[in-house]
């Protein structure tokens, strides 16, 4: 449901119990409206509920996607932190892919999936490298060298940044 749709829901919801002259208690009344609010608010779109954008706070760079097998592919950039405080990645969405994971390098030999990555404020983190990468997995249909690929990096507190990513070989920036 678009937000102009539940603002003429609640315009009709309104003018009903106007109409129909329900004379309920105040306290009654405001249980009534937490109800349909309860209710109501789940049908909007994530993106009017829950997400703000970074914006110019955070600079991601150099994105590139190195496909793999036909079923996986390697996203590897670099993100600055120009925020007040430490940001932590949480995932990566893109319409070619049906999931993302954070990988690490352990340096003995263990590839590590995090829950999430700590980007200090003012830190430059390279995502490019061979002990820290972002796995973009179940892909939805096959990667080909000069394709442009939407991505939105999610952080905590429902905040993202959206960025598109170049499909092929590593290349040094």
Do not use: Y
Not at 86 to 95: C, S
Not at 111 to 118: A, I, M, N, V, W
Not at 125 to 137: A, C, K, R
Request: charged letters at 15%; hydrophobic letters at 40%.
């Amino acid at each position: 449901m678009m937000p102009s749709k539940l603002s003429s829901v609640l315009i009709r919801l309104t003018n009903c119990m106007k109409a129909c002259r329900i004379s309920l208690h105040a306290s009654w009344r405001h249980t009534t409206w937490a109800l349909v609010i309860l209710i109501l608010v789940p049908l909007l779109p994530t993106a009017v509920r829950a997400h703000t954008e970074f914006g110019l706070q955070i600079n991601v760079d150099h994105v590139l996607i190195e496909p793999r097998d036909g079923t996986s592919a390697i996203l590897k950039f670099s993100i600055q932190n120009n925020t007040r405080s430490t940001i932590h990645l949480l995932r990566i969405e893109t319409p070619v892919a049906s999931g993302s994971r954070i990988m690490f390098n352990s340096g003995d030999g263990r590839q590590l999936q995090l829950d999430s990555l700590g980007v200090e404020t003012e830190q430059n983190l390279n995502f490019g490298t061979s002990h820290m990468w972002v796995e973009l997995t179940g892909l939805r249909e096959t990667l080909r060298n000069g394709m442009h690929v939407p991505l939105r990096l999610i952080f905590n507190a429902g905040q993202w940044v959206d960025v598109v990513g170049d499909v092929g070989a590593h290349h040094d920036h």
